[in-house]
C-alpha cells in the first residue's frame, strides 16, 4: 500500500498524520486525564509503556491492518485521537476517538469526515463499525445525525455500521460545512 496519501491528511480546520513514538506522552496524558477517559477503556502503565505499544503497532500500520492517527490542529497543536483498526478488504472498526479542550469549532464532525474517508476512499471498504457505551449519549446522538445504523446493543454498548453509500453521499455537504466554518472565524 502506498502510503503517501494516508500518512498524513488535511482538512480546512484539521490534519490528521499517523502516531510516532515521540506521541506517546500525548496519548498516556489524554488517557489517564478523567476529563477525556470516561468513555475509554481503563489504561495502566507508563509513558514508556505507551511509546513501546506505539512501536510495536507500528508493524499493523505497515501491513495496513491498523492506522492511528493523531488528530492537529492546522497550526500543528495536537487536540485529539482516532483509530481505524480491525481492517478487512470489506470493512474497518472506527474508534479510540478523543478529542481535548485544544480542538476547533466542528472538530468532530471534521476528524470523523477525514477518519472515515481514509476508511471508505483510500481503503476502499464498504463499512465501519462502530461501538459506543450506552452512557456516552453525546456520541450515539453524533454517530446518529451521521447516519449510522444501530446493529445490536448488549448491556453497555450499542454497536453501529456505517456504509460506504451514506458517507459519500454526505461528504460533500460535510465539508461545505466545514469550509463556511474556517470562512466565519
Not at 494516508?6 to 496524558?29: F, S
Not at 456520541?139 to 446518529?144: K, L
Request: aromatic share 10%.
Amino acid at each position: 500500500m502506498d502510503f503517501s496519501d494516508i500518512a498524513r491528511v488535511e482538512g480546512p480546520n484539521l490534519r490528521l498524520r499517523l502516531i510516532e513514538p515521540d506521541d506517546a506522552d500525548y496519548v498516556h496524558g489524554l488517557r489517564i486525564d478523567p476529563r477525556y477517559n470516561t468513555h475509554l477503556s481503563v489504561v495502566s502503565g507508563t509513558v514508556e509503556d505507551q511509546r513501546l505499544w506505539i512501536k510495536a503497532y507500528k508493524s499493523r500500520e505497515a501491513d495496513a491492518q491498523e492506522l492511528y492517527y493523531v488528530i492537529e490542529r492546522t497550526d500543528g497543536t495536537r487536540c485529539g485521537l482516532v483509530r481505524l483498526y480491525g481492517v478487512q478488504a470489506d470493512r474497518f472498526t472506527w474508534g479510540s476517538w478523543v478529542l481535548d479542550d485544544n480542538k476547533p469549532p466542528k472538530a468532530a464532525l471534521e476528524s470523523a469526515v477525514l477518519s472515515f474517508g481514509i476508511g471508505f476512499e483510500n481503503l476502499g471498504c464498504k463499512a465501519a463499525h462502530v461501538d459506543v457505551r450506552i452512557q456516552n449519549s453525546h456520541a450515539e446522538a453524533f454517530y446518529r445525525r451521521l447516519g449510522m445504523v444501530e446493529q445490536r446493543r448488549t448491556g453497555t454498548e450499542i454497536f453501529f455500521q456505517y456504509h460506504r453509500a451514506r458517507f459519500l453521499s454526505d461528504r460533500d455537504g460535510f465539508i461545505d460545512l466545514l469550509k463556511k466554518e474556517t470562512n466565519h472565524e
